[in-house]
């Protein structure tokens, strides 16, 4: 009797809207299936592309899992005294793709104290809080960005979550805080996402092997953090 055939690869986080990467999306799709991915994670990162992730949801459904969010690099064009009159109401436009496709997940969203210059942590914050309350009253899972503040970004969960954490999950993408936060997290039901950084950055390595296997997720944060060697490799993180 022939063995059962292992169970396929799920990318957990993945950007197939960009302009990078869209035009080849189809491509892209094929060469994961044919890699043995049979599901990823698109993760929009503002209102301008949210369009894009959906219509890569319709035209492959089976294998595009869409996340609907703001990413913290994008927080001042919603929020803030910089943001455009093009973003208002932009909490009820993200509210509407969520309820036009109910197995959706809230994301990219979260914290990133290195672009605190540039996009203020209150702008950041303000912008995180009520994709959260929209995450908790939908009931859907939320991919995080967080770099440099994960004790805030802490703080935050349990605040909009509670001490019991998030029932559906919290991905954190591209995990690059420290071991030592791995349980912490993990009481708010969180996930830890590595992508290919963990090959080149130790303490990356370290965070992965503290990780419990249970909460453990992998992703290609495609097409960044490709790994090293790969042809046109970026050391950007969305």
């Not at 992730?53 to 996340?67: D, I, W």
């Not at 208002?88 to 979260?110: D, K, N, T």
């Not at 605190?116 to 939908?138: F, G, N």
């Not at 912490?184 to 130790?202: G, K, Q, T, Y």
């Amino acid at each position: 009797m022939a063995a059962p055939a292992p169970p396929g690869l799920f990318d957990a986080h993945c950007h197939l809207q960009l302009p990078r990467l869209l035009p080849h999306a189809a491509g892209a799709v094929a060469a994961a299936r044919a890699a043995g991915v049979v599901r990823a994670a698109v993760c929009g990162c503002s209102r301008g592309d949210w369009g894009e992730v959906e219509k890569l949801a319709t035209a492959f459904p089976e294998f595009v899992a869409p996340q609907f969010g703001v990413h913290p690099w994008w927080a001042a064009e919603h929020e803030g005294p910089g943001a455009a009159a093009a973003a208002e109401g932009w909490v009820e436009r993200l509210e509407a793709f969520l309820r036009r496709h109910p197995s959706a997940g809230v994301g990219e969203c979260g914290l990133d104290k290195a672009k605190k210059k540039e996009i203020p942590m209150d702008v950041q914050v303000s912008v995180l809080r009520p994709q959260l309350e929209l995450a908790r009253e939908l009931a859907r899972p939320v991919s995080l960005h967080c770099v440099g503040a994960h004790g805030t970004l802490l703080e935050e969960l349990a605040r909009a979550f509670g001490p019991g954490g998030h029932g559906p999950g919290l991905v954190l993408h591209s995990y690059c805080g420290s071991a030592d936060m791995i349980v912490p997290f993990a009481r708010l039901n969180c996930f830890f996402s590595f992508s290919a950084s963990f090959l080149r950055v130790p303490k990356h390595a370290t965070a992965l092997r503290a990780a419990p296997r249970e909460r453990l997720l992998l992703e290609t944060d495609s097409p960044d953090q490709l790994p090293p060697g790969l042809c046109g490799v970026s050391a950007g993180s969305r």
